[in-house]
């Protein structure tokens, strides 16, 4: 089942995805499991790392292009071969988290950026790519919690659903009395995660819709949810590979990266969001008007 288009990060949908559904027949064949491939992506993603650690950018912009295809295959490859779970769909976000910060960290501090640039400093560039990955963790997790409950809302059908929190304390207080703690460390980041982005406020019941409701709930947060699909992973990923493949041509590449992803991208990020925000708060009112309107119109 294709899941909406609006939700669908269009780099994702053409390029990576692509990719991975390439490569998953081989992984089965080769009777890997999905928290294999995830493996082998969170050791592409660190080669990546090293790469850019030693100012080699353009194989580090090749190995950060194998790991997000990686990281989409160990999905694919758990619907293949009916391995889905929890655990492992965690797992998988926790080992992206790992790859990512250290190939921010290795760039803020590779040779690539000890020299100043113009007027530019060691010190302004540092705090630049700061500002632009705090930029990107935000951009992604809303992006993630917004499409989570987007789908919750207008296409309940696909049963995309967060573990809450009562849920993720429960399963942290299992594996730490079973001494599993790589999975106590896991739901503690997961907790938060919820906290940080807001997402445990998300996961209250939902209100009865009517098809009808929920038709006009897509149409109105069709373009919001189609804004907010360009902050997604996939395209900062994107955006990073071409910068650092372009980087033996033009060594401060990098900084246009930084640039893109903390003022433009903001400016995106902002406006779909408070789109998105707007929108649904004066749908799900107008849905609440109707409901008192019809209850004080019936009959006693």
């Known amino acids: 089942m294709f899941k909406p ?8 949908y053409y390029i990576f995805r692509r990719m991975a559904a390439w490569l998953v027949p081989t992984l089965a064949r080769l009777r890997l499991t999905p928290n294999q491939v995830s493996f082998l992506g969170l050791l592409t993603g660190l080669a990546a790392a090293w790469c850019f650690a ?14 997000v295809v990686i990281d989409c295959c160990d999905g694919q490859l758990a619907r293949l071969t009916g391995q889905t779970s929890e655990e492992g769909r965690l797992i998988d976000g926790i080992f992206d988290h790992i790859w990512v910060a250290f190939i921010w960290t290795y760039i803020a501090f590779s040779g690539q950026l000890y020299q100043p640039i113009g007027p530019i400093s060691f010190t302004a560039m540092v705090w630049l790519e700061a500002l632009a990955g705090i930029s990107i963790i935000l951009h992604c997790g809303i992006h993630v919690t917004v499409k989570t409950r987007y789908l919750q809302l207008a296409f309940p059908e696909y049963g995309e659903k967060e573990l809450n929190r009562s849920e993720a304390i429960a ?8 001494k599993r703690i790589h999975f106590v460390a896991i739901y503690a980041l997961v907790t938060a995660h919820m906290f940080l982005f807001g997402s445990h406020k998300q996961q209250g019941a939902l209100p009865p819709f009517s098809p009808q409701q929920r038709e006009t709930l897509r149409k109105r947060l069709y373009l919001p949810m189609r804004l907010l699909s360009w902050t997604g992973e996939g395209t900062h990923h994107a955006i990073m590979i071409f910068f650092a493949l372009l980087t033996p ?9 930084f640039w893109i992803v903390l003022v433009p991208m903001n400016l995106w990020w902002f406006w779909g969001l408070w789109l998105y925000t707007t929108r649904k708060q004066e749908t799900m009112h107008r849905f609440a008007n109707i409901s008192m309107s019809a209850g004080a119109s019936a009959p006693n």
């Open 54 to 67: 030693h100012r080699c950018f353009f194989t580090g912009g090749l190995l950060l292009w194998l790991t």
């Open 171 to 178: 399963l942290l207080k299992k594996h730490w009395h079973a």
């Open 249 to 257: 041509l033009y060594p401060a590449a990098m900084l246009i990266t």
């Open 5 to 12: 288009r609006e939700i669908e990060e269009l780099v994702d």
